[in-house]
């Protein structure tokens, strides 16, 4: 099972945490803390994997890929295979590239609500439900469109004179 | 990035964008990538429905912005006072509102109290829109646990939107259902959950049995009857639904293999389908057909496949397909060769396969990447288990891992050596572990490899001063760490010696003892438990050989309760050694003169704080002026191991009580027969009931009308409700198990029944319920829960443990050979601890061979006692009997309780940690652990005549291993260590040695 997912950034501020069983948000703190000072003080062309029993005990490893600024994290049991979650990180990292055409540490903090929405068609409840990236887009963008809707009629309302709104209503459609 | 930026970002072209940068001068150069990318993507719109007003916007970037944590909390902290403010305003629009949550989850996310806003999140999962209801869910599932007061008010919509038509909504409600649903909660949502196992979406199928496996994780008897829907969802039409119906059957096969024997055949076939690309090339990733899929079957079939050869024999064709077919250029084909190795070396082994793993690890360990070194060493631990013989061809490979700068796989190769360890090896290894526990600075990693060098000096330590030198050590760097057991064990080691009737060899160990404790006394800042351990023996041993006079101990003991002055224990432990010390001379007949500072010493104990330490020294005081044969009586000398027998009943009180009552006191009445007790005991009952019977109802209420039709209705109306399930009265049952119990408790708790009556009828459906089918899903659930408890550890492991050692059979003559021709001396001993490790699991075949043998040893136990007591002697090669030091409560046991020492065995072999169990068996497994250790070390020189029949040449090979080892001591260089730690093969259970040895 999956105990939890963070992204931080390569000067330790979380970009997104989520735990799957609930922890108080101080002990969410600390561990986050506590996994950023491990992986600060790792050297670059070492192994992705970590023994993480000492942060958050028993029967815990860690996986992170480190992309440019940022820090992906996966924090599982004996249950997961450290290969196949690497490749997890890779899934993860590829759809929201997908969804962003080359994502960047901004788009992670700006689409705060879009990356739960991603990693939860993801990894469900703790266990991994979907690995393909394709499948993860659809299901993100169904989603959205759902979203528009609604929202497009609110732009349609606010008297479009702006030439942002109709472009950016425009690559909504 | 500053506030204008965001505008600047939907402006499409990237020139205008350097304009503006170039004209700005606040532009960091270093952000202007990212900059660029977030303009482009806010032009092109992928912020879809995800849209964030430009306030977020404005916060992300000033907290980004932050240059130190101080100015983070401030903006925060100002960011939550705007929020408090704003969020309690009335009618605020719902996209503000939704706005509001994404900020407060954000800054919640940064560490920071959100909870004054949980409430307007629980509200927005009600609102009709998907938008704002799929906010609110995340927002609840982030911010919420499940034990919170507020989940009472999302359970009733959680239940409507499980039912809406949207399958967008059920989606985010079942994402909200495995977070937020507890125990108690479970029964309300359950019905719902389990009709959306046949939901015509598979998105939808695939999240209920998420759900389903979470409820199972949180309370497996909630939903043990429903466990035949994990084995229908097996066959869904869609792969997907199938893979994710793989990860509840896991834990359950992890909880109960037996149950599940009958799907090895399906597990095989539909891995043999996707390893044939049977699937849509949807599934595909990086040209492997469904390697998650895989990897999950694989190891469900290793779960299977352990200590069932029948069942294994199904998988060997598809297992072999897939080595075959496994792309190792890629991480992923990689990941599912490493499960294919683990699968192997669990189930029942096949040389082909076998082979296959070797080659598959020795590319691993070949590779450059850490990653795959990482995955290659801890297969190569797997697989040693069942082929020993490997491990000598990556001799080169380990050590390069060693002594690799990435600790996570350094620390990986400790684990695999830790594996290896066995007597001929023990001091190199537990000699790097040591050197590399001073190292780290991680308290945790520090105290776990510290218990593992002790139970390895524990268990092969080749001579008694090796083995207090190496305590010394493990004590002296990481003496706080220990935990206080290893310190009673180390002095209830030294105390009993090594469990024979030896007392050369006992006293020599003990006087070794002292001399290194003088010595590393000399050594400032020693942590507290070290100094307990050292003043204990000093105290109890210093004087005993009489190389040193009662004066100097003691003057070094007042030394070190002078030197730890702030340490209560180690005074304490000092005080009482002082004692001892002049106790022994009072019992020898010598006069006792109290040194100068142990008066002063006792004169600022006798009126210490400290009540424990006062104590002592009044003792001591007393000690001191009795005479000898008092003192001697109170402490006599080397009497710690004796037992102390306590008369629990007080017998000897008896004429003075008996005295007592004739003369008219009251007899004593125990405290379970008072009065008092009775009362408080009746209360304690009452509340139960009371607590019992308020057991939360989720479903609504019907009308009031349809009361009477409700009570009238046939059966199948109940069920046509609920449809796909075979046994759907869950819910209910639960109910009226809680309130029978209250029908027969006091007033308070008839008044809630009788609400509850009430309700029942209101709810109609549940009175047509039979009884019948309440009882038979409770004792199911009883059942269910029994198999787990027993089904889970014990019995698997044990039988694959017999698997191992049949295997043990296959291989021993070609592993000796190849070890003979490569290692020469060692080989031996690697071969006895082979057949040792063989015979130690009582499989029944294997206990048939085991009797006759052990009555041999047996009787050569007898004559061993009558040698004379140098076989402890380890240094010297004059050890040439042949009898082999056994422990004769180990033979007992293994001639008739073979079951207890399998249990042993597994205990230790599967927790490595541990270095004793705290069982029954505790007094003498510290003997066994002694003798063990003794035992070990003979054994390398010489063969165990019952077990191997390999008598000749004992003599021949004490002499190699003496010429040995100063070797290793002295050097230790690569090659050999490669000696060293090669010549390994049988001895990744070195415990197993104990059984059939002593």
Redesign the interface.
Known sequence: ?IKAVMVMNTQG??R???F?E?LS??K??ELIRGVFSVLCS??E???????A??IFGQDSRLVYKHFATLYFVFVFDS?E????V???I??FVETLDK?????????I??????I??IL?EMV?????????S??IMK?V????????S??LL?CVKMHVDDV?FS??????I | MDAKSYAIC???SSSALKRSNTTRNWYRVAKL???K??G??L??????????SKE??DL?KS??EARSKAEEDRIVLSEIETLKRRISEPDIPK?KMKEYI?RL??V??????ASFGYIHAVKMIHDD???VK??GY?AVT?F???DHDLIILIVNTIQKDLKSD?Y?VVCAA??AV??LINEETIPAVLPQIVELLAHPKE?VR??AI??L??FY?KSPSSVSHLVSNFRKRLCDNDP?VMG?TL?PL??LI?NDVNSYKDLVISFVSILKQVAERRLPK??D??QMPA??IQ?KLL?ILALLGSSDKQASENMYTVVGDIFRKCDSSS??G??VL??CICCVSSIYPNPKLLESAADAISRFLKSD???L???GIDALGRLIKISPEIAEQHQLAVIDCLED?????K??TFELLYKMTKSTNVEVIVDRMIDYMNSIN????KTEIASRCVELAEQFAPSNQWFIQTMNKVFEHAGDLVNIKVAHNLMRLIAEGFGEDDDTADSQLRSSAVESYLHILGEPKLPSVFLQVICWVLGEYGTADGKYSASYITGKLCDVAEAYSNDETVKAYAVTALMKIYAFEIAAGRKVDMLPECHSLMEEFLASHSTDLQQRAYELQAVIGLDAHAVESILPSDASCEDIEVDKALSFLNDYIQEAIEKGAQPYIPESERTGMLNISNFRNQDHHEASSHGLRFEAYELPKQTVQARIPPASLASTELVPVPEPMYPRESYQTTTVPSVSSDAASTELKLRLDGVQKRWGRQTHFPSTSTSNSTSLKTVNGITQVDGSNTANSRTRETYDSRKQVEISPEKQKLAASLFGGPSKTEKKSATGHKSSKPSSHMVKSHAPKSSMEVASEKTSVQQPPDLLDFGEPTVKSTAPSLDPFKDLEGLLEPTTQVSSAVNHSSTAAVTKSPDIMGLYTETTAGAHHKDSDILSGLSNPPMTNMVGGTTTMQVAQSSKGPNLKDSLEKDALVRQMGVTPSSQNPNLFKDILG
Do not use: W
Request: aromatic content about 12%.
């Open positions: 099972m501020k979380s997104l945490a989520k799957y609930y948000v101080e969410q703190q790792r050297a062309n070492v192994s992705n994997f970590i023994d029993e000492s249950s295979n450290e290969l196949a690497l490749d997890l890779q899934v969804c962003f055409q080359n994502v960047c540490e901004l788009d903090v700006f689409n705060y609500s879009k739960h929405t939860d469900f409840g703790g266990q991994v439900v979907e690995t393909s394709s499948e299901a963008e169904e989603i959205s469109k759902c979203f528009l609604p929202f609110s942002r472009t950016f209503a425009l690559f909504l | 939907f402006k499409p990538e990212q900059l990318t977030i482009r993507e032009t092109k719109g992928s912020q879809g429905g995800f849209y964030q977020f916007l992300v907290i980004g996209r994404i989850v954000y919640e996310m940064l560490g920071h109290d829109s998907l938008l799929r906010t995340l982030l919420l646990n499940e949207n967008l079942l994402n495995c977070k998105a695939k999240k998420m759900a496996h979470r994780q997907g994710a990860c896991f834990d992890t949807a599934y990733y990086h390697p998650f990897i190891k991480n992923i990689n990941a490493y499960e990447s850490h990653n070194k990482y995955m700068p990435d600790d996570t796989l620390r990986k991680d308290n945790h990693y």
